[in-house]
């Protein structure tokens, strides 16, 4: 069985961050632990209190974890953090993973506005040194980049230099793109070439948590067969059907846990 270690937010109300992501690693023949980084009341774009975890024994239990983990961990999904210094924390941990594929979800904002601290922000061009599959937003893509993008060109450009600049990043999956020929498509780059995963047609619904449930699905299907276009199609599809099946029954956030597509089977996950 393939094992895999969720570094993300946790939340008392909603359904963002490791909050979901249990939800959906359960469905999966996947063994999966999780450390929270920081419990908020809600969701990070809104107005919250909670706690962050970076004091100085919860930075050391992350390193120690991983490197008692690192026998074992076929991938690291990390989203959400609340300071640099827990990135830096991982980080330490991450360089002595040398075979684990890492997945960052490079959670930072959307829709044009940054939800996390400066200090977040620029400690990710050091943290992306150990990503192996990163999965910004349109908008955190630009944040990465630090530069507009306007086109589909632009932004091929754009994941291939962070690509070349990172020697261990392989694939960019970037989500919610929208451009006059490309209308909240995925958009999947590496080194060679890019591929488009499109949607299909969904209910308006500004559900949080979205990103966390396809990056989430996109390790499960990725642990099953190695193809990233095909983890993306399936972790698409399944988002969306969700998506759908909670605007129907008319639920206030993300419920993987109890409205559960009917198509959708559990997948044999050899290790």
């Not at 190695?226 to 059907?241: E, G, K, N, S």
Request: hydrophobic share 40%; aromatic share 10%; glycine share 4%.
């Amino acid at each position: 069985m393939k094992s895999v270690l969720s570094i993300q937010s946790n939340v008392l109300r909603g359904k963002v961050g490791n909050a979901i992501s249990r939800d959906i690693y359960s469905q999966f023949p996947v063994e999966c632990t999780f450390i929270d980084t920081v419990y908020f009341s809600g969701i990070a774009s809104q107005k919250t209190f909670g706690v962050v975890f970076d004091r100085d024994d919860w930075l050391e239990f992350v390193e120690k974890s991983l490197l008692l983990l690192r026998e074992k961990l076929d991938v690291v999904h990390t989203g959400y953090f609340g300071s640099a210094k827990q990135m830096q924390a991982v980080s330490s941990g991450l360089s002595q993973l040398s075979k684990t594929i890492v997945v960052v979800d490079p959670v930072m904002g959307d829709n044009g506005k940054i939800y996390v601290k400066d200090c977040v922000v620029q400690q990710y061009q050091d943290f992306l040194k150990y990503a192996t599959v990163i999965t910004p937003n349109f908008f955190e893509l630009e944040v990465l980049c630090q530069q507009k993008i306007h086109n589909l060109e632009e932004l091929v450009a754009s994941c291939q230099s962070l690509i070349a600049r990172f020697s261990r990043l392989q694939f960019v999956v970037v989500t919610s793109v929208r451009f006059a020929n490309v209308q909240n498509n995925i958009v999947i780059v590496n080194k060679e070439q890019m591929h488009q995963v499109e949607k299909k047609f969904i209910y308006e619904a500004t559900f949080g948590g979205c990103g966390d449930v396809f990056t989430s699905l996109l390790c499960c299907y990725y642990c099953s067969k190695p193809d990233i276009v095909w983890a993306a199609r399936q972790a698409i599809d399944y988002l969306y059907t969700v998506i759908e099946l909670c605007v129907q029954n008319r639920c206030g956030h993300l419920d993987v846990k109890h409205i559960l597509p009917p198509h959708i089977k559990a997948l044999s996950i050899p290790r």
